[in-house]
């Protein structure tokens, strides 16, 4: 089993930055693709980026250019930076580990909790 725990979320302004974290505890995730996705209320839960196993990046288009995910394996830790951030930006941000479908779809093995992320105009 695996324990994924999202920190780093917080209010921003439009503009603004935040650096998410995702880590992996109970085995290693290194030989995983790790992504975020994000929710928005009244909204399904959607692809944000992902990263494999040789740290290939893919990110949804309304994030390109903004958003910058990574992963540390030795720290089993993966990260979302997030700079010129908008409101539409706003949800509740999940990472997940180990696809079991194309990496932009939500059949990932493993998710957490989440983490807020509010931008304000």
């Known amino acids: 089993q695996v324990q994924l725990v999202e920190s780093g979320g917080g209010l921003v302004q439009a503009g603004g930055s935040l650096r998410l974290s995702c880590a992996a505890s109970g085995r290693t995730v290194s030989s995983s693709t790790m992504a975020w996705f994000r929710q928005a209320p009244g909204k399904e839960r959607e692809f944000v980026a992902a990263i494999t196993r040789l740290a290939s990046t893919y990110y949804a288009d309304s994030v390109k250019g903004r958003f910058t995910i990574s992963r540390d394996n030795a720290k089993n830790t993966e990260y979302l930076q997030m700079n010129s951030l908008k409101p539409e930006d706003t949800g509740v941000y999940y990472c997940?580990?180990?696809?079991?479908?194309?990496?932009?779809?939500?059949?990932?093995?493993?998710w957490g909790q989440g983490t807020q992320v509010t931008v304000s105009s």
């Open positions: 997940a580990a180990n696809n079991r479908g194309p990496y932009y779809s939500r059949k990932y093995e493993y």
